[in-house]
């Protein structure tokens, strides 16, 4: 039974992983979107715990500050005790003294090992925002390429049209074609409205440069 369940869950992840590489050549931009968006998700988990592990730290510091605090009371009041001889109430002060010393000490050796704790979770969180940084830079850089790559592209075949038979490339050949047709027309047109004008300048030079001869 468990063969049969380390099978089906190797063919679920290989199916898994084609369906990735299948989605990857499709359109790797989107799937890389999709890495960037959990690699986020990731760093706001850490901040957030970092954000516990400060908060943590404070609780720290309030608690060894009271230890402290209650530790030098306790000794200052076991010692007005001796003086006045009051036993029982110096034995009490004195032990009150060491349980609240015991607990700042303690207090302080956590504390101490909080802030190296706290200062290597810190290191590693920059060091994630960093890397997560020179993948989106990375993300833009191959998203200039890829579109660089299709404009030149479109454009080839914009220029190239005879090669393809795409309909936006084929509108963009007709309204070339047709402002060719204008071009002719236009100067088909110019010829015809001026060619009496001409013909008409041309005998009357070759006339005069007949009467010329003749004289």
Known sequence: MTNLFTRIKDTVMADLHSALDQKEKKNPIALLNQYLRQCEQETEKVRKLLE?????????????SQALELAEKR???????????E??????????????????DRLAESLEQVNGQL????????????????????RLEL??????TR????????????????????????????ID??????????YRSTIDAKIAQLEKEMKLEESKSIS
Request: glycine share 2%; hydrophobic share 30%; aromatic share 8%.
């Open 52 to 64: 516990r592990q400060h908060m943590l730290k404070a609780e720290f510091i309030k608690e060894h």
């Open 75 to 85: 000794k200052y009041q076991a010692e007005v005790a001796s003086k006045a001889g």
């Open 87 to 104: 036993t029982e109430l110096y034995q009490f002060a004195a032990a009150e003294h060491q349980q609240y010393q015991s607990r700042a």
């Open 119 to 138: 200062s290597e979770l810190e290191r590693k969180y920059e060091d994630m925002k960093h890397k997560l940084k020179d993948m989106q830079i990375r």
């Open 143 to 148: 998203m200039g390429r890829e579109n660089v």
């Open 151 to 178: 404009a030149n592209h479109r454009m080839d075949q914009v220029l190239d049209s005879s090669k393809n038979s795409d309909k936006t490339v084929s509108r963009f050949q007709e309204v070339e074609d047709y």
């Open 181 to 190: 047709r204008l071009d002719h027309e236009a100067k088909s047109a110019y």
